[in-house]
């Protein structure tokens, strides 16, 4: 039995020189982690996701890392993002990650809820444009819903492919900010957002439902954010289960920290920033439109007058 510990031991001391070093990815059973789960557990939020009971189906594996191609100078690139993975059913999964991001709250909501510019901030999306929008107030404002449109430029098995998808999008405010004229004496439940997606559309998916959910940390008195996302997938027709599994637990740490990296370098300010400028366009086209087209012809300007 010593042997075998030790023979686990090294193995897994192995893949994480390796990942550290490349990036790579790789499986554990959650049998070797129990001593870790305290560190990388899953906050589900207990009012739109109630516990279930842990189930025969389930994988019981976590995922760590991204692709190879993301080892690069930047430290962020190559962070350590686990993945949950479950089996709900024979054909779909539910997926879950995490990753914490020193910025408030809201550098991590202005890029979730950057609709039309996602694909600046997400490597994985060629497309990501609000199809039709909300009639109740703006995104980022917690209420906002709106028909999101997104494609994604993959590889399964060396194939490239890009999977779309049009969700119906739903920003809710789970516990807001405290008041101004609050009382200072009583503490400040941490902040929690959410965004809830659902599939309206998709040639590739019959189920891509979840959340993006981001929440103070408390340790870190409102400077830091834990950012989680949630998704159960279900194929469409022919499309087999485990190679869309391999390819979302690949994208999953990538997405994760491409809107942490988003959120330390562009935050509110930048979102902020570029939606003014837009608007100021917009504004300015709409100006150009409304000017009158009627021409000012002089007196001798006449058909008479060109045909001589």
């Not at 690139?77 to 997926?95: H, Y």
């Not at 809107?259 to 837009?278: E, I, P, Y």
Request: some cysteine; aromatic content about 10%.
């Amino acid at each position: 039995q010593s042997s075998t510990v030790n023979s686990l031991l090294f193995l897994l001391s192995s893949s994480i020189f390796l990942l550290s070093s490349s990036c790579y990815g790789f499986l554990l059973p959650s049998s070797i982690l129990s001593s870790q789960q305290q560190k990388y557990r899953y906050n589900y939020v207990q009012q739109q996701q109630p516990q279930q009971q842990q189930s025969s189906s389930a994988l019981n594996v976590w995922w760590f890392g991204g692709t190879s191609d993301e080892a690069t100078a930047d430290d962020i690139s190559c962070e350590l993002v686990p993945v949950r993975i479950e089996r709900t059913s024979a054909n779909s999964r539910k997926i879950a990650g995490e990753i914490t991001v020193d910025a408030p709250l809201s550098d991590v909501w202005a890029i979730l809820t950057d609709y039309n510019r996602l694909s600046t901030h997400v490597p994985n999306l060629i497309q990501s444009k609000i199809m039709v929008p909300g009639t109740v107030g703006e995104p980022g404002d917690g209420q906002y819903q709106c028909r999101l449109y997104q494609q994604g430029a993959q590889k399964i098995v060396g194939f490239q492919f890009g999977a779309d998808v049009t969700m119906q999008m739903t920003e809710k405010i789970i516990v807001d900010a405290p008041h101004q004229n609050a009382d200072p004496d009583i503490p400040a439940l941490p902040q929690q957002r959410q965004i809830g997606f659902k599939c309206v559309d998709s040639f590739f998916f019959s189920e891509f439902d979840g959340f993006w959910i981001v929440s103070e940390e408390e340790e870190n008195e409102g400077s830091g954010t834990k950012l989680t996302y949630i998704v159960d997938v279900r194929p469409k027709g022919p499309v087999p289960v485990a190679a869309l599994e391999w390819r979302i637990r690949e994208d999953v740490p990538t997405n994760l920290r491409a809107v942490k990296q988003a959120a330390l370098k562009v935050g509110h300010a930048g979102v902020s920033q570029f939606r003014q400028k837009r608007q100021r366009f917009t504004q300015n086209v709409k100006r150009v439109l409304q000017r009158p087209l009627t021409p000012e012809w002089s007196e001798n300007e006449t058909m008479a007058a060109y045909l001589k």
